[in-house]
Antibody, heavy 123, light 108 residues
């Protein structure tokens, strides 16, 4: 069974930093691209960042987070991470990790999602 | 960036009723369109990909159609468990991957 277990969310002050993690099980993690999608309270879904199955330079970011967020992965530990810095009130959201719906394929839809992790940026 | 526009924002239907809602892309996305269902407090669930292919385990009352810029999701017989928000996602021109703003389905 595919599982994505998230951790790391919480309350942080504006300008602060936070790291989100997403642990994968039930599939060959190293063969799937992964992404982060967020949802502000009462709002719709917004793509945040994606990384290819190998990681490295194959990373992509929404303009709203470029230069502040860094996506990474550790295939040996089957873990996806999102390092968030210079956090703003507008980054307050439920953050989901999501798997690309096919092996070795970045530009496709997402099939399995984590349970979500709440990040609140407030003083 | 491809802008996805969904309509209506809210839809109310009776149990057993056929309901349809739409998603329009600001430029052609071929059939690189997916639909998700999200119930309150839950993660999104993939319903449809490739504009019309049901994901594994999705009941046949859900169907998708369309190509290019205009897409439709139909629930052939609305059930109480279908109360949720529905989002379309285009994955043709990326980054960014872009979602519609969602349609909220309610039961009368």
């Amino acid at each position: 069974e595919v599982k994505l277990l998230q951790s790391g969310g919480g309350l942080v002050q504006p300008g602060g930093s936070l790291r989100l993690s997403c642990g994968a099980s039930g599939f060959d993690f190293r063969t799937y691209a992964m992404s982060w999608v967020r949802q502000a309270p009462g709002k719709g879904l917004e793509w945040v960042s994606s990384i290819s199955e190998s990681g490295g330079y194959d990373t992509f970011y929404a303009d709203s987070v470029k230069g502040r967020f860094t996506i990474s992965r550790d295939n040996s530990k089957k873990t996806l991470s999102l390092d968030m810095t210079s956090l703003r009130a507008g980054d307050t959201a439920l953050y989901f990790c999501a798997r690309s719906a096919g092996t070795y394929a970045l530009g496709i839809n997402f099939d399995f999602w984590g349970q979500g992790d709440l990040v609140i940026v407030s003083s | 960036e491809v802008v996805m526009t969904q309509s209506p924002a809210t839809l109310s239907g009776s149990p057993g009723e056929r309901v349809t809602f739409s998603c329009r892309a600001s430029q052609t996305v071929g059939t690189n369109l997916a639909w998700y269902q999200q119930k309150p407090g839950q993660a999104p669930r993939l319903l449809i990909y490739g504009a019309s292919t049901r994901a594994t385990g999705i009941p046949p009352r859900f169907s998708g159609s369309g190509s290019g810029t205009d897409f439709t999701l139909t629930i052939s017989s609305l059930q109480s468990e279908d109360v949720a928000s529905y989002y379309c996602l285009q994955y043709s021109n990326w980054p960014p991957w872009t979602f519609g703003q969602g349609t909220k389905v309610e039961i009368k």
